[in-house]
């Protein structure tokens, strides 16, 4: 089936640590997107890549980082210095400027 | 930034009856707009999307009006079932630049 996964589903961060979220789609898109959803907003961009070993901010790149190798992989590490990163994170892939198709997300949570 | 709100933040609907939900958005030179279902603690779903230059479209049980004279944007669900609980949330986009996600509403159907 194509489609496009996040691992993991719940994660647990201690204050100051470094944490990795995986998205991996096989629908042979060229873009993909994270975003950050907390409770009464709407989605947030964090990065977008629209090719390979490409990416850009987006409205709140501070605290995050990407990593484009593959196609069909776009990691995000929230990084120690993002204050606030509980939250609900989903990643996105699309072909061009069109619909948009969703991960699952994951869900992070600061200890 | 866009703002892309929505009216009402939560809807009641008794099953078998129509859905109306509503979204403003504030750019006239938004020119991509669509509808996502998000069932509690997954990834938005496609339900389905209209562009500028029509005033309405049809799915399955689902229909999009675009007003652009007012910038308003509206979900119309038939026969709403048990099923279609769940957040609903407009997206706009602007000349194929990124989406903007409005805050959602949440509907509940009761039955």
């Known amino acids: 089936d194509g489609g496009i996964t996040q691992s993991p589903k719940y994660l647990f961060r201690k204050e100051g640590q470094n944490v990795t979220l995986s998205c991996e789609q096989n629908?042979?898109?060229?873009?993909m997107y994270w975003y950050r959803q907390d409770p009464g907003q709407g989605l947030r961009l964090i990065y977008y890549?629209?090719?390979?070993?490409?990416?850009q901010k987006g409205d709140i790149a501070e605290g995050y980082s990407v990593s484009r190798e593959k196609k069909e992989s776009f990691p995000l590490t929230v990084t120690s210095a993002q204050k606030n990163p509980t939250a609900f994170y989903l990643c996105?892939?699309?072909?061009?400027?069109?619909?948009?198709?969703f991960g699952p997300g994951t869900r992070l949570t600061v200890l | 930034g866009e703002s892309v709100g929505l009216h009402l933040p939560t809807l009641s609907v008794q099953e078998g009856d129509n859905s109306i939900i509503n979204c403003a958005y504030s750019?006239?030179?938004?020119?991509?707009f669509i509808w996502y279902k998000q069932e509690s603690g997954k990834g938005p779903q496609f339900i389905i999307d209209?562009?500028?230059?029509?005033d309405k479209r049809q799915g399955q049980r689902v229909t999009v009006l675009l007003n652009k004279t007012v910038k308003h944007l509206s979900l119309q669900i038939a026969a709403t079932q048990p099923g279609d609980s769940a957040v609903y949330f407009c997206?706009?986009?602007?000349?194929?630049?990124?989406?903007?996600f409005g805050t959602g509403t949440s509907l509940t159907v009761i039955p």
């Open positions: 629908l042979n898109h060229d873009a």
């Open positions: 996105a892939s699309s072909i061009g400027i069109d619909e948009q198709f």
């Open positions: 209209i562009r500028s230059n029509m």
């Open positions: 750019n006239s030179a938004s020119d991509y």
């Open positions: 890549s629209q090719i390979v070993n490409d990416f």
């Open positions: 997206a706009e986009n602007i000349l194929g630049n990124q989406f903007y």
